[in-house]
C-alpha cells in the first residue's frame, strides 16, 4: 500500500476580509479573488449615505448592553482612548460601509480581557486552512507591534448577511448595503455632474450665437463670443440681451427624456434607505409613510435595526461566552412614551395585568422617573 506524504500537510487560505476598497487576495489555488465595493470614503461624501449611517451607527452605539457584571465595563468602556459611544459608533460605522468591522480582544494577566482594539479591514487577513476545521486572523497595526496573529476567538468579527455559498471561504465576511447601489450612485454622480455643469454656466447654458450668412474664421468666432458674455454677465447679468441683424442668439435645452429620467429617478434617500432597510421617514417625514403615526414608524425602524444588532449580539455571545444583548429603547423610545402607553395599557382595567407598585418599579427601571419605591410597613402605613 502507498502512503500519501502529504495527507498530513495543511495549507492556509487567504480570504478577502471585506475591506472598503476594491482588494485582490490570492487563494491557495491560485485563483484571484475580488471584492468590487462602494468606496466608503467616497460614500460618506454622499449626503444622503452620510445621514443613513450617521443614524444607525448612533443609534446602536447608544443602545445598553444587557450582561454580566464582569463584561459590563469592558463593553462600556472599551480602551482608555475614547468612550465607549464613539468606540462603538466607529465599530458599527465600519460595519455599515464595509460589511464587515473587526474589534481584537487583547487579554492580560491570567488570560482576562485588558481591553478592546478596533482594527480597519484593510488591516485584517483572514486565513482559513483548506479543510476549514482551523482559521485565525492576521493583523497589521502598521506601528511598532507589525503584523501580528491571533486566535478566532480573540478576534470579535461582526459581519451583515454573507450571501457567497462557496468553499472558498468568502461566506466568512459580509456585504454591505452599499454593494446594492453601485449603479444607483454612478447614476447619482451623473446626475449631479450635469447640475453642477449647468450652474457653472448658469448665465448661458446652453446658447448659440448664430451669424447669417457668413463664414468667419475662429478668432472672429472667439471675439463673436467674449463679446457676448462680456455683454451679459457680472453686473450686467439677468439684462435684456440686444443684438443686432447680423447675428441670431437660440437656445439649445437638455433632452427632455434625458432631463424627465434624471428628475424622476429617485436616487437619493429612497434607494439609500432601502438598501440599508431603514424607513424613509426617520430621516424625512415628509416622505414615506406619511399615513403612519410616529409610534408605527418607530416601530418599523427599530424592527429595522435588528437586522444590525443581532450579528452584534451573536458575535459577542459567542466570543465573550455569555450573553449579550441590546437594549434599544434608547434609540428608538427616547422620550419613553411607548413604554409609559404600555404601562399605562397592561395597568388598566378590572384586572389589570401590572400592580401599582410594579408599573412603578418597570418605570423606575428604565429611568423615566427617578425615586425609591417604600415598602409598606408591618402592621400598617
Known amino acids: 500500500m502507498l502512503l500519501n506524504p502529504f495527507r498530513n500537510f495543511k495549507r492556509d487560505r487567504y480570504i478577502n476580509s471585506g475591506g472598503n476598497t476594491a482588494t485582490v487576495s490570492v487563494g491557495s489555488n491560485g485563483t484571484i479573488v475580488t471584492s468590487n465595493y462602494v468606496n466608503a470614503e467616497a460614500a460618506l461624501k454622499n449626503s444622503d449615505i452620510f445621514a443613513v449611517v450617521t443614524k444607525i451607527a448612533g443609534d446602536i452605539a447608544s443602545c445598553d448592553f444587557q450582561v454580566s457584571k464582569q463584561f459590563k465595563k469592558i463593553l462600556l468602556s472599551p480602551n482608555g482612548l475614547i468612550s465607549g459611544f464613539n468606540f462603538w459608533q466607529s465599530v458599527i460605522s465600519q460595519l455599515l460601509l464595509a460589511g464587515n468591522a473587526y474589534v481584537i480582544i487583547v487579554r492580560g494577566k491570567n488570560n482576562a480581557i485588558g481591553h478592546l482594539e478596533y482594527a480597519s479591514p484593510a488591516q485584517v487577513q483572514i486565513n482559513l486552512s483548506d479543510d476549514s476545521q482551523r482559521m485565525y486572523y492576521t493583523v497589521n497595526w502598521n506601528d511598532n507591534r507589525g503584523a501580528q496573529v491571533y486566535a478566532w476567538y480573540d478576534v470579535l468579527h461582526f459581519r451583515l448577511m454573507s450571501p457567497w455559498a462557496n468553499d472558498s471561504g468568502d461566506y466568512l465576511t459580509g456585504v454591505s448595503p452599499l454593494y446594492s447601489l453601485q449603479h444607483d450612485l454612478q447614476i447619482q454622480e451623473q446626475s449631479k455632474q450635469l447640475t453642477l455643469s449647468t450652474l ?182
Open 200 to 381: 457653472k454656466n448658469a448665465i448661458n447654458p446652453s446658447s448659440v450665437i448664430t451669424l447669417p450668412e457668413a463664414q468667419v474664421d475662429k478668432k472672429a468666432k472667439d471675439s463673436v463670443r467674449d463679446s457676448f458674455i462680456e455683454q451679459n454677465s457680472g453686473e450686467n447679468g439677468g439684462k435684456v440681451v440686444v443684438l443686432d441683424q447680423s447675428a441670431k442668439l437660440d437656445k439649445i435645452v437638455i433632452d427632455t427624456d434625458v432631463a424627465n429620467f434624471l428628475s424622476n429617478y429617485d436616487f437619493s434617500q429612497a434607494q439609500i434607505t432601502k438598501a440599508f432597510g431603514i424607513p424613509q421617514s426617520i430621516l424625512d417625514d415628509k416622505k414615506g409613510d406619511q399615513q403612519s403615526n410616529i409610534g408605527e414608524i418607530m416601530n418599523f425602524y427599530a424592527s429595522s435595526l435588528m437586522q444590525y444588532v443581532k450579528p452584534i449580539e451573536s458575535e459577542l455571545t459567542l466570543k465573550l461566552k455569555t450573553e449579550v444583548t441590546l437594549n434599544i429603547a434608547n434609540a428608538v423610545d427616547l422620550t419613553h412614551q411607548n413604554l409609559i402607553t404600555n404601562i399605562v395599557a397592561l395597568g388598566a382595567g378590572r384586572t389589570p395585568v401590572l400592580a401599582a407598585t410594579q408599573a412603578q418599579q418597570i418605570l423606575i427601571d428604565n429611568g423615566v422617573f427617578n425615586m425609591k419605591i417604600q415598602e409598606p410597613s408591618e402592621g400598617g402605613m
